[in-house]
């Protein structure tokens, strides 16, 4: 089989079946259009209300702009297979989409890191925490957190570009991940998987364990709370975040927690179906449905905008 550096490959997509392609595009066409409006109009609210100039919904609408964006990475790809049954896509397109994937989902990791860390400032040093959290800082955060989930993004892309790969092959899933690319690779791959293992696990284990030491400093400090509305108070905050937590890295690590190039299952399809569409397109929801404060933030405005109508 003829191997090239610069191949054309073709997405397989969800399904072959006419019937299944029809309700799966209507499907995800409805929660892709979901999550551009509600990630589009958590940061517009938060922008829009003073009283929610704070670091955490700093943090939030930057988490919504990510995911924003991480979902138009895959979607408008998986929707024109499912649409027209052409899933073909060249070397160079597989490859961006890839790296824009890989910026997304670390930003997602490494910001929900920060709103942990966030959390745990303000209910562990509610005394020194304008001090702590100063918008300089959290810029600096936000700047931070690109910056690593670019390097190590374009770690993983500059890995692939040295590979070879076969000819005209089908990638069996429905946006280029790195496993199923590696499974098509003509050269050896032990070393590439080896690195991406070590930067995926450092990438995703490290801010998962931030996340659990700060909740862990949280709760021991929400313990010591005599009132029980205050323990409540203390903890209302981070429930929405938490919920979070728990859906990204439970559907991550059901994909990614083994050697790249091993087959996907359809259960890890499933997973990846849900870290890239359905996870993003609740976080916006999630906090807004569960926060009493963007809930009248966002009320305000609508009364305002119909006032005026």
Same mark, same amino acid.
């Not at 303000?122 to 936000?142: E, K």
């Given at each position: 089989?003829?191997?090239?550096?610069?191949?054309?490959?073709?997405?397989?997509?969800?399904?072959?079946?006419?019937?299944?392609?029809?309700?799966?595009?209507?499907?995800?066409?409805?929660?892709?259009?979901?999550?551009?409006?509600?990630?589009?109009?958590?940061?517009?609210?938060?922008?829009?209300?003073?009283?929610?100039?704070?670091?955490?919904?700093?943090?939030?609408?930057?988490?919504?702009?990510?995911?924003?964006?991480?979902?138009?990475?895959?979607?408008?790809?998986?929707?024109?297979?499912?649409?027209?049954?052409?899933?073909?896509?060249?070397?160079?397109?597989?490859?961006?989409?890839?790296?824009?994937?890989?910026?997304?989902?670390?930003?997602?990791?490494?910001?929900?890191?920060?709103?942990?860390?966030?959390?745990?400032?303000?209910?562990?040093?509610?005394?020194?925490?304008?001090?702590?959290?100063?918008?300089?800082?959290?810029?600096?955060?936000?700047?931070?957190?690109?910056?690593?989930?670019?390097?190590?993004?374009?770690?993983?892309?500059?890995?692939?570009?040295?590979?070879?790969?076969?000819?005209?092959?089908?990638?069996?899933?429905?946006?280029?991940?790195? *496993?199923?690319?590696?499974? &098509?690779?003509?050269?050896?791959? /032990? %070393? $590439?998987?080896?690195?991406?293992?070590?930067? @995926? +696990?450092?990438?995703?284990?490290?801010?998962?364990?931030?996340?659990?030491?700060?909740?862990?400093?949280?709760?021991?400090?929400?313990?010591?709370?005599?009132?029980?509305? *205050?323990?409540?108070?203390? &903890?209302?905050?981070?429930?929405? /975040? %938490? $919920?979070?937590?728990?859906?990204?890295?439970? @559907? +991550?690590?059901?994909?990614?927690?083994?050697?790249?190039?091993?087959?996907?299952?359809?259960?890890?399809?499933?997973?990846?179906?849900?870290?890239?569409?359905?996870?993003?397109?609740?976080?916006?929801?999630?906090?807004?449905?569960?926060?009493?404060?963007?809930?009248?933030?966002?009320?305000?405005?609508?009364?305002?905008?119909?006032?005026?109508?």
């Amino acid at each position: 089989m003829n191997c090239s550096k610069t191949p054309d490959f073709a997405l397989s997509g969800l399904s072959s079946d006419p019937e299944k392609q029809q309700f799966l595009f209507g499907l995800f066409l409805a929660l892709y259009l979901l999550g551009l409006l509600g990630n589009l109009l958590l940061p517009l609210v938060i922008g829009a209300d003073v009283h929610l100039h704070s670091p955490m919904y700093f943090f939030l609408s930057q988490l919504s702009l990510v995911d924003l964006c991480f979902t138009t990475t895959t979607a408008p790809k998986m929707l024109k297979v499912l649409w027209s049954s052409s899933g073909s896509i060249s070397f160079s397109g597989c490859l961006t989409q890839l790296y824009f994937f890989a910026v997304f989902a670390d930003m997602d990791s490494l910001l929900l890191t920060v709103m942990a860390v966030d959390r745990y400032a303000a209910i562990c040093h509610p005394l020194r925490y304008p001090l702590l959290m100063t918008p300089c800082r959290c810029g600096g955060l936000v700047a931070g957190s690109w910056g690593v989930a670019h390097s190590v993004s374009l770690v993983h892309i500059l890995l692939l570009s040295q590979l070879s790969f076969h000819t005209n092959q089908e990638i069996p899933h429905f946006f280029c991940d790195f *496993g199923p690319l590696l499974q &098509l690779s003509c050269s050896d791959t /032990h %070393l $590439s998987e080896d690195l991406m293992m070590t930067l @995926t +696990v450092v990438l995703g284990i490290s801010p998962l364990l931030c996340i659990i030491s700060s909740y862990a400093r949280i709760f021991h400090a929400v313990a010591r709370v005599p009132s029980a509305q *205050g323990k409540r108070k203390a &903890l209302a905050t981070c429930s929405s /975040h %938490l $919920s979070m937590v728990i859906l990204f890295y439970s @559907t +991550v690590f059901a994909t990614y927690l083994k050697p790249p190039s091993t087959s996907h299952s359809s259960g890890e399809m499933a997973a990846a179906i849900l870290y890239t569409l359905v996870t993003p397109t609740l976080n916006p929801f999630i906090y807004s449905l569960r926060n009493t404060d963007v809930r009248s933030s966002l009320k305000r405005i609508l009364g305002m905008e119909s006032s005026q109508d």
